[in-house]
């Protein structure tokens, strides 16, 4: 039996998804391994690792489901649109309602932000999900008191996350804040702790440019 080199159809594919009009082009590389970016069935949930210390005990589970769902739908600008028809028959959710109230929730604590659009080919506008930066959620989140200097979960019925989930908590804003991590780990204080958090990571929001 003839043998044929496919390496050359391989190495690069062009992917399309067209979704309700909105079309997106991804260029594949086949020869990664899975959880490399790029390859097809690369992860697209792209949450922080470090967030699994507070992000499971801050939201139910409907609403990390639909974090996690419009997520997934992003684009490389961490846009989505998908109709509340949609979501509902996705996330197999019995009501409108049930859209609703999970997108109000993740609204009012920053996980995403909506605003009315119009798109081209669809005469109604409709919502355009976007994932604000990681410092605009974490700044909302300790305003709102659902998270305290240390990004513990501040509910009082929810089992305190693991010292493991902890530790990448610590690794990740250090990561986050570069040099200015010493000046947070120097304070004492609970209250100090969120207060200076919250001012290094203002500082960081009006730094971050958007494209």
């Given amino acids: 039996m003839g043998t044929y080199d496919t390496s050359g159809y391989l190495e690069q594919k062009q992917h399309r998804l067209t979704v309700e009009g909105f079309q997106t ?3 594949v590389d086949d020869n990664l391994s899975q959880c490399e970016p790029g390859h097809v069935c690369a992860p697209s949930a792209l949450i922080p690792a470090w967030w699994s210390g507070f992000l499971f005990h801050v939201l139910n589970p409907r ?24 979501i509902r028959e996705d996330l197999g959710l019995y009501s409108s309602s049930m859209v609703f109230e999970a997108l109000a929730a993740l609204d009012d604590l920053g996980f995403i932000t909506r605003i009315r659009a119009a798109f081209p080919g669809i005469r109604a ?5 976007r994932r604000p930066s990681c410092e605009s959620t974490l700044i909302r989140l300790l ?17 305190p996350a693991s010292a493991e989930s902890q530790a990448l908590i610590y690794e990740g804003l250090a990561t986050l804040l570069g040099e200015s991590y010493e000046v947070y ?4 204080s609970e209250e100090q702790r969120r207060a200076v958090l919250l001012e290094l990571l203002t500082a960081r929001e009006g730094s971050v440019v958007i494209d």
């Fill in 25 to 27: 082009s991804v260029q």
């Fill in 143 to 159: 305003e709102r008191g659902r998270i305290d200097g240390h990004l513990r979960s501040t509910n009082p019925t929810r089992a």
């Fill in 63 to 86: 609403q990390t489901s639909m974090y996690m769902y419009l997520t997934m739908l992003s684009d490389p600008r961490g846009e989505c649109s998908p109709t509340v028809d949609q």
């Fill in 125 to 129: 506008r409709r919502n355009l999900y």
């Fill in 185 to 188: 780990e120097q304070a004492t």
